[in-house]
């Protein structure tokens, strides 16, 4: 998948995010959005129902600033608490 940093009006930053259910077994969700403070709720809520040991990935473009990237790893570090497994980082497959 090819695309290059995007940002909103409001600052928003667009991601590629995936729930993947306990043991790595299936998919529960795959999505590419804005993450606007309902799909941030959405997304949460989506790795919560998949049950402790869910994985939420989370993918922003390489280009996207350090400050940004942060602020969505603490936007979903509350569910590392809750059973989840996080991992926010940039896609350097859409570089090429």
């Known amino acids: ?3 290059k940093m995007e940002e909103s009006g409001a600052g928003q930053v667009r991601v590629l ?3 993947v259910a306990p043991g790595g077994l299936r998919v529960a969700l795959e999505s590419a959005e804005w993450l606007t403070p ?6 949460a809520e989506h790795a919560l129902r998949a049950g402790p040991g869910a994985r939420l990935e989370i993918a ?3 280009d996207v600033a350090e400050a940004k990237l942060q602020l969505v790893r603490r936007r979903f570090a509350s569910l590392r608490a809750r059973g989840v497994e996080v991992d926010v980082h940039r896609d350097d497959r859409a570089a090429r």
């Open 17 to 19: 995010a995936r729930v």
């Open 38 to 43: 309902y799909a941030a709720e959405t997304l």
């Open 60 to 62: 922003v473009a390489p």
């Open 1 to 3: 998948m090819r695309w």
